[in-house]
């Protein structure tokens, strides 16, 4: 490559990795290696680890696992480190308490169920799997010693949780220190150049930069990422907590918990953990803007794509439409306004213009359409050049539902159809 590629191509890069990202740090060392990487077309070897507490991941694990997969596509090596020892330790980060201990026949068992559920997501045959088992239960004690000579205790006080709970009297165990330092170690047996995590992990990643140059290696870069709310809006996503959805949850279970979630977060979602694009993203954004928009609109639409990326587009048709059969009667007002047409036969944007008369242009009427804002009986309607049949009578009327408005049309013989 020459220089003028290499730097478009980095260019390009840079671009896909720091969408979604919090902070990389420190980005002038990265932006290097990545030029080092694109240059001599070595793979950055980028680390993430998982301690498997809990038998299932859910939506805020996969927030890690789509930028591994970015990491992948373009051309980089990831390295998934199963934590089956840091796990046995327990992650304090966040932590007002010292966690439960697991034993580690309860460790094993998680972590069996862990590993295909990451590659719903990471490209199994990219993706390298480090257990840190294997190097932590052949270290000798004196190697342990070693490690810990590396970190004082004064810089592991700056930590924003042992801080408080040092300072509030709370008590902090001796092994909890060791957790920043055992992650640390994993990144220098496997020689990481880039290690990601979420917000509040900081602390441990830019640990692991100490210890790498302490064992005479490269320091790594770090990436930071979002934490997602759970279904309740306001706490982390945790299983512990049960504001979360599974990606090994059932269709229904997935759609109804997705439908469960403040309008708030839809945009937040759409963004973190699914494959819609950047300007996909952006068009729900805008969407939501509109106050003739339902959100709810928006919600199915999230439920529906989430069902769709781990059981397929069936499973998301079908669990969409259980939804709808067990939840639409209910949305719909006793009182709405009526509009009385001739039975025919008629495209379906002109009898939503004839259901709200003066409130929509045709150009408006049809963007309403691909926006999925448009219900006729409970289902939508995305296409404004469908052709539907009005019958006579009430019992066949087709009720318009447009955001929060609702309307009705009735084929009534001898009314004007332009009325």
Not at 219 to 240: F, H, N, W
């Amino acid at each position: 490559m020459n220089e003028s590629t290499i730097r478009a191509e980095v260019a390009r890069q840079l671009e896909t990795i720091r969408a979604g990202t919090e902070e990389i740090l420190p980005e002038a060392e990265f932006v290097r290696k990545l030029e080092r990487a694109v240059s001599t077309g070595t793979p950055l070897r980028v680390k993430q680890g998982f301690d498997p507490t809990a038998p299932d991941i859910h939506l805020g694990h996969t927030i890690g696992l789509r930028k591994l997969r970015a990491f992948q596509d373009l051309g980089h090596q990831v390295v998934l480190i199963v934590g089956s020892y840091t796990a046995l330790v327990g992650d304090p980060s966040g932590r007002s308490a010292t966690r439960p201990r697991l034993t580690e026949e309860e460790v094993r068992a998680n972590a069996d169920t862990y590993l295909d559920q990451f590659f719903k997501v990471v490209d199994r045959e990219r993706t390298e799997v480090r257990w840190n088992g294997d190097w932590f239960s052949e270290m000798k004690f004196t190697e342990i010693l070693q490690l810990a000579s590396r970190f004082t205790v004064a810089r592991m006080l700056e930590r924003d949780d042992f801080e408080k709970r040092y300072r509030a009297g709370e008590p902090i165990s001796v092994h909890e220190f060791l957790y920043p330092l055992m992650q640390a170690y994993d990144s220098v047996v496997i020689q990481a150049d880039v290690e990601i995590g979420a917000t509040e992990q900081k602390f441990n990643l830019l640990a692991g930069r100490d210890i790498q140059v302490a064992y005479g290696q490269e320091p790594q870069a770090i990436l930071t990422l979002p934490v997602l709310e759970g279904l309740d809006g306001v706490r982390r996503m945790s299983k512990s907590l049960g504001n979360y959805i599974g990606v090994a949850d059932a269709p229904t279970e997935i759609f109804g918990k997705t439908m469960s979630l403040p309008d708030k977060l839809i945009v937040r979602y759409y963004r973190l953990v699914t494959d819609a694009n950047a300007a996909e993203c952006d068009e729900v954004e805008q969407a939501l803007r509109d106050p003739d928009v339902n959100p709810m609109t928006w919600k199915k639409s999230l439920a529906h794509r989430l069902v769709r990326m781990y059981h397929g587009v069936g499973e998301a048709d079908t669990a969409r439409q259980a939804f709808e059969k067990q939840f639409s009667r209910r949305e719909t007002p006793s009182e709405m306004p009526v509009e009385r047409v001739a039975p025919g036969k008629f495209r379906v944007r002109a009898l939503m213009m004839l259901a709200f008369p003066k409130q929509y242009t045709g150009t408006a009427a049809g963007a309403l359409f691909k926006q999925g804002a448009v219900y006729v009986n409970g289902e939508r309607v995305t296409d404004p050049g469908v052709e539907m049949t009005l019958e006579e009578g009430e019992e066949a009327a087709l009720v318009f539902k447009v955001g929060r408005k609702y309307a009705k049309v009735v084929g009534t013989p001898g009314a004007d159809p332009a009325a």
